[in-house]
């Protein structure tokens, strides 16, 4: 059993500078030169790797990565920061599009995530460069985060990991990679100012989101890297969600005057996301450190339409988290009783992607694509620049469809039902219980899809899929006119 351990030492050990290892997406894992370095270089991106061992540490790398034996070695962590202050204090626009792998994964230069991970960068970097805008045609940043995943190399014997390697993820979400999201978040909200961004303002009327800001970030979570994701922003999540309406319900004295000074006041700190969006899929944690979040979503009410912040996806073909999540979790549960509702006790065995309460949208293959002159597998794997730029012609004509039928005189969204290009619809879940999250302006989306879309728990890669996310998160570049009527999209 010992000679079948999977290694603890990081893998990206060569802090080097961005542009001199070159990897190609296509051929990286094959590449010697590739299977160290942080950060590889792509086909106009940049890949960095971030460590972190099985109690939170960051990883320990050798001393030679540091010019001076008196001072503290450099971490992954720094080397990227150094990397991002560099681009921004240059003046250009970032996109930074963060990933946290789950079980069974890691850094490994041949990873499964990780080769994925390198075609989702590249297909990134395709689509902006079939802009001209500065502000579209941004820097793309990837931000793979490793962790020990894998912790047995026997055949046969890794499902057994499961109490192992979720206790290491949640100590590795509460662990140095917290010091990682801190800068990022630090770095964000200093150049997304008005000073360093003009055009970066929090969505109000006549604009839906903020594509002018200089800091974009996409974050997205798989298994238990979803809960190593999400545990480590949720107060954030939580914040923001609640920070306009406590602001709101706080009495304004001295009059009319005083309250538009406090509204205006409000307006300054309202709807400042922690990330432009953050995906969790098949997320392998408990419902029951998802509830925070799903009572603050009910409570918040937006002013205008606009994107989700957090949306989670899992699929009934995930047998991982649908049937042997809960056999695990009754087991190390036992002594965390007696439990104060049925919904607690549930919600501790399930997941929130398998609990029905939880639920916000139903998504589905359709049996015909309504894009009419859409090509798939679309802009994900498309080099012809043509054929991307016809795609995203449809794609925002396809947007403004579903805004222009769906939003109101008052700039919100009435219960909906949308078709995405790729053929799959996403359809909101109507209750009138108000325990449940169906609000068509919430901010917390936990979306039920089935195999013909996420065939499985690690079936992630499917081009229906990706292509989905990709559309969904797009929609954090509108730009409307007031009143609902659509002016097109900025920075796509």
């Not at 979803?226 to 319900?249: F, R, T």
């Not at 730029?389 to 008052?410: H, V």
């Amino acid at each position: 059993m010992l000679l079948g351990c999977a290694s603890t030492a990081p893998y990206r050990t060569e802090l080097v500078e961005a542009g001199k290892v070159f990897c190609p997406s296509e051929s990286a894992a094959a590449l010697p030169q590739c299977a160290k370095v942080t950060p590889e270089s792509g086909k106009g991106y940049e890949l960095h790797f971030v460590e972190f061992d099985d109690q939170g540490w960051a990883a320990a790398l050798p001393a030679n990565n540091t010019a001076r034996s008196d001072t503290r070695s450099e971490t992954q962590t720094d080397h990227l920061m150094k990397r991002l202050e560099k681009l921004l204090s240059n003046g250009e626009y970032v996109n930074i599009v963060l990933y946290v792998h789950g079980w069974q994964h890691s850094a490994k230069g041949d990873d499964e995530d990780v080769q994925q991970f390198r075609n989702v960068l590249s297909s990134v970097r395709t689509l902006q460069h079939s802009s001209d805008s500065k502000k579209a045609n941004r820097k793309v940043i990837g931000i793979y985060i490793g962790w020990r995943g894998r912790s047995w190399m026997f055949p046969g014997i890794e499902p057994f990991s499961f109490w192992s390697r979720k206790n290491t993820a949640l100590r590795v979400s509460h662990g140095a990679v917290q010091e990682l999201f801190a800068r990022l978040r630090s770095v964000q909200q200093h150049y997304n100012t008005v000073h360093h961004s003009p055009d970066c303002v929090p969505p109000k009327e006549g604009t839906l989101t903020t594509g002018g800001c200089r800091v974009r970030t996409l974050m997205i979570g798989h298994s238990f890297g979803a809960w190593i994701l999400y545990s480590a922003m949720s107060a954030q999540i939580i914040a923001a969600l609640n920070a306009e309406k406590d602001l709101n319900e706080k009495a304004a004295p001295g009059g009319e005057e005083s309250a538009t000074a406090h509204t205006n006041e409000t307006s300054k700190i309202e709807n400042r996301r922690p990330a432009e969006m953050i995906v969790l899929i098949n997320p392998a944690f408990e419902a029951v450190r998802y509830q925070p979040v799903h009572r603050a979503a009910i409570n918040y009410k937006s002013k205008v339409a606009q994107p989700p912040l957090l949306v989670t996806i899992s699929t009934s073909g995930d047998t991982a988290t649908r049937t042997f999540f809960p056999v695990g979790r009754l087991m190390n549960s036992i002594f965390q009783r007696p439990t104060t509702s049925v919904e607690q006790a549930k919600a501790m065995t399930r997941t929130h992607g398998n609990f029905g309460m939880y639920h916000t949208h139903r998504l589905t293959r359709l049996e015909k694509d309504r894009c009419e002159g859409w090509q798939p597998p679309g802009p994900l794997s498309s080099k012809d620049k043509d054929q991307v730029l016809e795609n995203k012609r449809i794609e925002i004509d396809n947007s403004r469809r579903f805004f222009e039928r769906y939003t109101g005189s008052d700039g919100l969204l009435t219960p909906w039902v949308r078709d995405f290009c790729g053929g799959v619809q996403l359809s909101l879940l109507e209750s009138s219980d108000p325990n449940h999250n169906r609000d068509a302006n919430s901010l917390v989306w936990n979306i039920r899809t089935d195999a013909s879309i996420i065939p499985n728990h690690s079936a992630i890669e499917k081009w229906r899929f990706l292509e989905f996310v990709r559309q969904l998160y797009a929609d954090t570049d509108w730009r409307v006119e007031p009143a609902g009527r659509t002016a097109g999209l900025a920075n796509r």
